[in-house]
Nanobody, 119 residues
């Protein structure tokens, strides 16, 4: 499965961005991770039958999925400088809900798209 992410960019604090990711074929689950400079990669959100979010993005980010098009989107509102990172689209066919937050649980990774939030 190949993943193609798009939609990153530069935005001021309080602004919004929408990330999109297209998969070459259907998978059970899709989601997003991010990695900021000097920090470990972290889970952001996932969609497997329903939505799952990392605590710091709840209420600000919304993940959505279009099964017919094999796409997943991440609408990011009220962006803050700490959201600055490279965002990676992920997908898997056999991921367990309790392990969604683990990078090792995801089989397929996109190339990453940069999101920069200025203060």
């Amino acid at each position: 499965v190949q993943l193609q992410a798009s939609g990153g960019g530069l935005v001021q604090a309080g602004g919004s961005l929408r990330l999109s990711c297209a998969a070459s074929e259907r998978t059970t689950a899709m989601g997003w991770f991010r990695q900021a400079p000097g920090k470990e990669r972290e889970f952001v959100a996932a969609f497997r039958w329903r939505e799952y979010y990392e605590d710091s993005v709840k209420g600000r980010f919304t993940i959505s999925r279009d099964n017919a098009k094999n796409t997943v989107a991440l609408q990011m509102n009220s962006l803050q400088p700490e959201d600055t990172a490279v965002y990676y689209c992920v997908a898997a066919n056999t991921v367990i809900v309790s392990t969604l937050h683990r990078g090792t649980a995801w089989t397929y990774w996109g190339q990453g798209t940069q999101v920069t939030v200025s203060s």
